[in-house]
């Protein structure tokens, strides 16, 4: 799998020379701006409260998707999305603490943005992992363009988006993470019950499946499958 990775780790400081100290007070205050620069890029994002959407709305359109994760140690999820007509990116996210199902070992959290309607494509995605001492953030690798398209005054659903960790095992036997990647499938018809009681104030009987075109443009390094297809 391919993928970029970047670890972010935190330094302490011991009490030797000044030298030292003066070396290691650069050291960390190069990689304080780096983490201030990489936590500036980051979208900030928070679920709404409640969506709406009027019917007779002909400039935009919900998108409605959620994302999937089985591992607790990737905390934050991000697909980045680019509008053809505007040249603009938007995301979809997911926090590691939005959970709205629970099946089998996967954690499911569903949302609904507000989209200028228009052609799509999939351009991109970011997982991180972060505790008290280590970063860690990937990218998918590669250009790579999968399209899709938003709806005036409907909701369109984009599909389910499951993020899955490989491992290799070391030494002592300990795991050590060495890709990441994306299984896209479609979970509404199975979800329904739970999607109508988060968004009761969407017309979801009548919802267009607008799932980006996994299978037509999709390439070996985008690091997304559709499920049950070539899966590493």
Known sequence: MQFIEITIKKIGLKATSVTNMSCKFIIISILGILVYVLNSCAT?????????????DSLNGVALFSISNTEALLTNYQISIFNNDLRKIFFLNKWVNDIDLKKDSAQISYSAILLPKGSYRVIGWEMSYQD?????????????????????????YLGDYLAAVTYDTKILGARVQTGVYYVVSDRFEEDFGAISKKFPQLDINKVLQCIPDFAGYNKSYSGMYLKGVNIP
Not at 48 to 54: E, K, M, R, V, W
């Open 44 to 56: 900030v994002y928070s679920p709404p409260a409640q969506i709406s959407l009027n019917k007779q």
């Open 132 to 156: 008290l001492y280590v970063k860690k953030v990937y990218f998918s690798r590669g250009n790579f363009s999968i399209p899709f398209t938003i709806h005036a005054g409907r909701v369109n």
